[in-house]
């Protein structure tokens, strides 16, 4: 009898064992993105949706931060259908609300860049800039301290991350306004827990929401979720 029991026990853990070692074979292949480009239906009539949403904004007096806004989530739709983070920054000139340099998450495609958030990519595009058109030598003309940013500020579609906040921080800008939050994983929200030498070399920065409508904000927080389908419970 207790044998018997043995036996059925031996078995029992035999199979289960042999499910665990299934599910770990298939697994990996049901959480990564199947690669050559395909986007799933549901995605792409989401952001055809958005896309409308952006597409027939108008910029509300009401709130100054309006177009610089609209340009960011252009960028984040574009991001999207790229398959990469649906987030998008731009780089303005506030005496005369020119827009300097635009960015957008490029993560994933064409191929895999960590480094890559729309801050960075806007960062990466304007410090090259600057580096062609700018000299670091103080006896020349052109001379410009690389961190000179005044009357420059950076619009993103989200609160920055770490990574980003603290290369906007050594970029030398002052001014970051965001339209969404993110409540997992921005920054903004965690200044204080920066560390000193971060926080000191940020001092006097101005990070705060950006001063767009709410319809705005929800557009860039929409974007930022673009798997998230109308009608599904969202966080
Ligand atoms: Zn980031």
């Keep these: 009898m207790h044998t018997d029991n ?69 960028e984040a739709l574009k991001g999207a259908r790229e398959r990469n983070g649906g987030i998008g920054a731009c780089l303005v000139r506030e005496a005369t609300g020119e827009v300097l340099e635009r960015g957008r998450n490029s993560q ?8 890559l958030h729309a801050e960075m990519d806007l960062l990466d595009r304007w410090e090259e800039r600057m580096r062609l058109t700018r000299s670091r030598d103080p006896r020349e003309a052109t001379y410009l301290d ?26 030398g800008i002052k001014k970051v306004y965001y339209a969404a939050p993110d409540i997992n994983g921005g920054m903004a929200r965690r200044f204080d827990s920066l560390p000193p030498f971060w926080k000191g070399m940020a001092e006097g920065m101005v990070l705060e929401p950006a001063r ?24």
């Excluded at 994933?108 to 480094?115: H, I, K, Q």
């Excluded at 950076?154 to 050594?170: A, D, F, H, Q």
């Excluded at 767009?212 to 966080?235: T, V």
């Design 6 to 74: 043995r036996t059925i026990h031996s078995h029992f853990h035999f199979s289960f064992k042999g499910i665990l070692l299934l599910l770990l074979f298939f697994l990996p292949a049901c959480q990564h993105t199947p690669p050559g480009g395909y986007v799933p239906p549901a995605r792409i009539h989401y952001l055809d949706g958005i896309e409308k949403d952006i597409n027939t904004y108008v910029p509300d007096p009401r709130f100054p931060d309006d177009p610089f806004v609209l340009e960011t989530v252009r």
């Design 108 to 115: 994933y495609e064409p191929y895999f860049r960590s480094d």
């Design 146 to 171: 690389p961190r000179a940013a005044e009357g420059i500020a950076l619009y993103t579609s989200v609160e920055p991350c770490p990574m980003c906040l603290t290369r906007i921080i050594n970029s």
């Design 212 to 235: 767009c409508s709410p319809a705005l904000a929800d557009i860039a927080a929409r974007l930022f979720q673009p798997m998230h389908i109308p009608g599904a419970k969202r966080k």
